[in-house]
């Protein structure tokens, strides 16, 4: 099988993981849990998001924890930027790239950022322009690229057209996400069959929940169809607050256990990486749902 | 993807699984909760084993269970026999097919069986022979195809020569089983290459276990070498007593997902087989550990 010798690993745990848990956890433990995370070897964390509070309380304190890690040269620390006040905040405080985002399904995106597709992409198209008028690169982030909890199937001609827009505005990748967890491998080909007629397998990252198990399955497919970057948590934290059953990133242990024992470089540490899982773990005050930890617990 | 069209299923949860799991069944339980099994559209369950109490205790009622169950007639009930005691209780009471197991690991046939492998072979010769002789198939399993707890790696040669010679004595199919849950898909890619260059995909099974998440992949790669016969437990019951963390089988039900999202037919009715997961959940007492049924449950 064709494999990259090489892949990246973007730590969303601390981001896509945190705002998805029900304990608040203290901005000084978050800061911990980040600065573990950059002593494993990633080289690329999402540390918060600066949307408004009032919809993600649990990041409230972008601001500070962004402020207060300690930033290692070799790491890019990113933010989630929903608009110009976001933009505005994280700049004062300084991110290293700016992710943007959006659904591929309308009422994903209606229910996700309470507009409707077309009137999303002035608001991002502003927010893309303005970092890169201060030298970030950004990162957007497409939804729902294989099933949407309200519409089911999602076409990949209505991904590319989202696609489509978010290259035309400057973004430099774009993380496809299967924001619910029900994609499989056949489905995973057939989308970036459909992408890689228009672009290049490295504009893209993955970004799979593994809701249903086939996670893995669908790393290992895009891996074969080229792509060599793909989003994951530690601990398998977070999901999507407005899909029952949907939570759990695919565990970034469990994605390095795999890419390990396949041979594929990653320069991240699954020692370090479990320890930052342990961290957390006491931290969020449950059991964290991925394969490493429940053995290094001698789970039977 | 080159992709089967159907696949069965062959569901090992009342032998495999059960007889891990630390809690006593009862025997009429155990009767319910495979004719539950039986009406979900599966064509095959193994029911027990015919191991010398003393090993296994949780299935020292293998007799009264094959008697008691209500057998379909489109159902292969199958049960696993050691040697010739075992095959002379299954013959009274009457089963469809007979299973032999070796591993393909020396310590590890050693710590299960309590045999060197080449003293394995003519103990189940005889067994094969006698089986045939009654007009039963004969199943045969290796385990530790991919990893044995005691050694690390085993080699696709080690696999080919138990293979060679489970096939020279007629058994009729080999399940390869990577019991300790340690393959990645290139590793079943390269030991399928070399198998099938012998033999054909129809003549195997997979049998994956999930401790480290990569069963399903690995399903997916198997389908891609040809494989069509996979093993499984509802609820991802069982697994290996001799090796920590080794437990749980792939469920059933997360394998139907995938298959039938992908498009792969099976003939089992996902909704049952949940049916029956619920049944033997409750009767074990613990939490089972599949994908779907956390989602029934509607975990976060």
Known sequence: MKLPKKVVIKEVGPRDGLQNEKVQIETSDKVSFINLLSDTGLSYIEVTSFVHPKWIPQLSDAFEVMQQIKRQQDVTYAALIPNMQGLERALQVGIDEANVFMSASESHNKNNINKTIVDTYPVLNEVVRHAKQQQLTVRGYVSTVLGCPYEGDVSPQQVLDVVHRLFDMGVDEISLGDTIGVGVPNEVERLLEVLLKSYKPHQFAMHFHDTRGTAIANIIKSMEMGITIFDSAVGGLGGCPYAKGASGNV??????????????????????????????????????????????????
């Open 251 to 300: 565990a970034t242990e469990d994605v390095l256990y795999t890419l390990n024992k396949m041979g594929i470089t990653t320069n991240v540490s699954l020692e370090r990486l479990l320890q930052a899982a342990q961290y957390i773990e006491h931290k969020i005050n449950r059991t964290v749902n991925s394969k490493q930890m429940a053995i290094l617990r001698g789970e039977d």
